[in-house]
């Protein structure tokens, strides 16, 4: 069964930093990108950064510069070192395995559709 399972949500102070872990299991990480989202109350879910097989990576732009993906396929976990947050990054945040297994043409995406399996998430809170 595929399953992916985020941790490290909590709250924090503005300025503050989180790493969130998403560990996976029931596919081969090595195969598949994956990608960060979140979904604040009341908004659409949006993509927050991704990361390919071949190690490319896609941020949106409210996060670039502060936030950092990486992945470990011997421990079957992608992480999100999140730094310097702020309260807008108040949401759920929820890890997805990318749809199409990767080629070397393959480019990191924020793009909902092209995710298919999805954790259940883990709230991050940003306030003083």
């Known amino acids: 069964q595929l399953q992916l399972v985020e941790s490290g949500g909590g709250l924090v102070q503005p300025g503050g930093s989180l790493r969130l872990s998403c560990v996976v299991s029931?596919?081969?990480?090595?195969?598949?990108?994956v990608g960060w989202f979140r979904q604040a109350p009341g908004k659409e879910r949006e993509g927050v950064s991704s990361?390919?097989?071949?190690?490319?990576?896609n941020y949106a732009d409210s996060v670039k510069g502060r936030f950092t993906i990486s992945r470990d396929n011997a421990k079957n976990t992608v992480y999100l070192q999140m730094n310097s947050l702020k309260s807008e990054d108040t949401a759920v945040y929820y890890c997805a395995k990318r749809r199409n297994r990767w080629t070397i043409a393959t480019a990191a995406t924020l793009d909902v559709g092209s995710y298919d399996v999805w954790g259940q998430g883990t709230q991050v809170t940003v306030s003083s």
């Open positions: 990361i390919t097989s071949g190690g490319s990576t």
């Open positions: 029931g596919f081969t990480l090595a195969y598949y990108g």
